[in-house]
T-cell receptor, first 112, second 114 residues
Framework: DADVTQTPRNRITKTGKRIMLECSQTKGHDRMYWYRQDPGLGLRLIYYSFDVKDINKGEISDGYSVSRQAQAKFSLSLESAIPNQTALYFC???????????FGPGTRLTVT | GENVEQHPSTLSVQEGDSAVIKCTYSDSASNYFPWYKQELGKGPQLIIDIRSNVGEKKDQRIAVTLNKTAKHFSLHITETQPEDSAVYFCALPEGNSGNTPLVFGKGTRLSVIA
């Protein structure tokens, strides 16, 4: 089984809808991240959490919110989706003692 | 915050040739320099990293070199193979402590032509 899983893998939704992307990990890592990938723009950090009680905004947090339900779960919400939030979204985890980040397989979100 | 620029954005090489991707950064205190590879349909994966106390690190066909004076680091792939075709990202810690996330470059799409 994959160490970092994301659900759904693909989602098409309409403008104005609320949507939640979920991330689960079995690596036992305290740190979790949400990134957005757009062509030519690389990976941009949306939110990150260093433990269950810690939530931090990243470079592009506007229009997004997160919830860290447990050490293993970190969800990303779009309260009112808009077309320019169409992108590939990645969850990642890391251990405090090691810099390496482990990425999930991604969620392709399309907002029409 | 840290600023990282990655070049080129796309790179095509013949199988067996070498490929070089370069990243420049702004914060001279940066001390950790990783490279990630993203294959089609997958999330990025760490392939090699280097700390600021060394100038070069090799792992089989890949190597990373660091020039702290000029503030740039490069990924070198020798004897390229079709399976090296992917998007490559450099990254840097946003700050100097161990409690800062990574800032990623915009990526380089490498195509190895058989």
């Amino acid at each position: 089984d994959a160490d970092v899983t994301q659900t759904p893998r693909n989602r098409i939704t309409k403008t104005g809808k609320r949507i939640m992307l979920e991330c689960s990990q079995t690596k036992g890592h305290d740190r979790m991240y949400w990134y957005r990938q757009d062509p030519g723009l690389g990976l941009r950090l949306i939110y990150y959490s260093f433990d269950v009680k810690d939530i931090n905004k990243g470079e592009i947090s506007d229009g997004y919110s997160v919830s860290r339900q447990a050490q293993a779960k970190f969800s990303l919400s779009l309260e009112s989706a808009i077309p320019n939030q169409t992108a590939l979204y990645f969850c990642a985890t890391s251990d405090p003692g090691v810099r390496e980040q482990y990425f999930g397989p991604g969620t392709r979100l399309t907002v029409t | 915050g840290e600023n990282v620029e990655q070049h080129p954005s796309t790179l095509s090489v013949q199988e067996g040739d070498s490929a070089v991707i370069k990243c420049t950064y702004s914060d001279s205190a940066s001390n950790y320099f990783p490279w990630y590879k993203q294959e089609l349909g997958k999330g990025p994966q760490l392939i090699i990293d280097i700390r600021s106390n060394v100038g070069e690190k090799k792992d089989q066909r890949i190597a990373v070199t660091l020039n702290k004076t000029a503030k740039h680091f490069s990924l070198h792939i020798t004897e390229t193979q079709p399976e090296d075709s992917a998007v490559y990202f450099c990254a840097l810690p946003e700050g100097n402590s161990g409690n800062t996330p990574l800032v990623f470059g915009k990526g380089t799409r490498l195509s190895v032509i058989a």
